[in-house]
């Protein structure tokens, strides 16, 4: 079992709507959970990070996180073509030689 | 501000031949430095990782080799490439002894064809 599970879809959407993208992971230890945007090849770009369990907002992007289930969610609100692209979860633990662990990415295809 | 360069953005090399794939980072010291390889459908697999000039971990046993000569710079090497090198290496960086919250920043990737 990868330690990071993503359903790497496509998901299409129509523009305006509400998007969920989810990850489960399996290791307990993990304490960071970031989410990464990832168009076409390019590197992938930090979107938002959180620690622990809860909930952070920075804009039209909410992430959210459930340690108990082993959850972890981003929600994008009034979805934008612009916003077509992979989007990738990772974890890691709070140690200071911690290795980032990611899902396979979901794709996201937002059309006009 | 930090940046990160890598280069070059695409690569075509034939079987056999070798391979050398340079990063660097600016704007900050100390860095951790990885090497990530993306193949279509299988996400991104952590190749190498540096904590420290001349400090290597490899994740992957393969036909890849990395070297850090400086603090902010980071090779990725072959002697001689296989076929099934082919794929988007990418270089990061996070920031060093805040595990987790190093957090991780990208490259814009290359994109080796081995044929």
């Known amino acids: 079992q990868k330690e990071v599970e993503q359903d790497p879809g496509p998901l299409s959407v129509p523009e305006g709507a509400i998007v969920s993208l989810n990850c489960t992971y399996s290791?307990?230890?993990?304490?960071?959970f970031m989410w990464y945007r990832q168009y076409s090849r390019k590197g992938p770009e930090l979107l938002m990070y959180?620690?622990?369990?809860g909930n952070k907002e920075d804009g039209r992007f909410t992430a959210q996180v459930d340690k108990s289930s082993k959850y972890i969610s981003l929600f994008i609100r009034d979805s934008q073509p612009s916003d077509s692209a992979t989007y990738l979860c990772?974890?890691?633990?709070?140690?200071?030689?911690?290795?980032?662990?990611f899902g396979k990415g979901t794709m996201l295809l937002v059309s006009p | 501000s930090q940046t990160i360069h890598q280069w070059p953005a695409t690569l075509v090399q034939p079987v056999g031949s070798p391979l050398s794939l340079e990063c660097t980072v600016e704007?900050?010291?100390?860095?951790?430095l990885y090497w990530y390889r993306q193949a279509a459908g299988r996400g991104l697999q952590l190749l190498f990782y540096?904590?420290?000039?001349?400090?290597i971990s490899s994740e992957v046993p393969q036909n890849l080799s990395a070297s850090r000569p400086q603090d902010r710079q980071f090779i990725l090497s072959s002697k001689k490439l296989l076929l099934s090198d082919s794929g988007f290496y990418l270089c990061?960086?996070?920031?060093?002894?805040?595990?987790?919250?190093?957090?991780?920043?990208f490259g814009s990737g290359t994109q080796l064809s081995v044929l």
């Open positions: 990061a960086w996070s920031y060093r002894d805040r595990g987790g919250a190093g957090l991780g920043f």
């Open positions: 959180t620690y622990s369990s």
């Open positions: 290791n307990s230890a993990f304490q960071y």
């Open positions: 540096s904590v420290g000039i001349g400090q």
């Open positions: 990772a974890a890691a633990m709070n140690s200071g030689y911690s290795t980032l662990t």
């Open positions: 704007g900050t010291s100390n860095p951790n």
